[in-house]
């Protein structure tokens, strides 16, 4: 049993570099989801609706966009999507991948 809660084992997840990289990268696909077409809603409910998905599209974005930083810190931009890809597909954490030093 942990001591912390289930709150705080969350939190303690999220400091896992793949794990907010996954996170944000399915937030981010979460928030094209148009939800209040499919469920129909109307005026206000709707703007709410949309409010939402845009919150989770910015949440995403910020969770994604701070181990793409680290990426392009380590590599440059040239090689920042590749080693944000490698990291989302295989978990790997952005800062354990090599730095190619072929190309300056």
Request: charged content about 15%; proline content about 5%.
């Amino acid at each position: 049993m942990t001591t912390g809660g289930p709150v705080r084992v969350a939190v303690a997840m999220c400091d896992d570099a793949d794990v907010k990289l996954r996170l944000g990268v399915v937030l981010w696909l979460l928030s094209w989801i148009p939800y209040g077409i499919i469920l129909g809603l109307d005026a206000a409910w709707l703007t709410v609706s949309l409010t939402v998905e845009v919150l989770l599209g910015m949440a995403g974005l910020a969770l994604a966009g701070t181990q793409f930083a680290q990426a392009v810190k380590q590599q440059g931009w040239k090689h920042a999507p590749g080693v944000a890809w490698r990291a989302l597909v295989h978990g790997t954490d952005v800062a354990e991948q090599p730095v190619d030093v072929t190309d300056p």
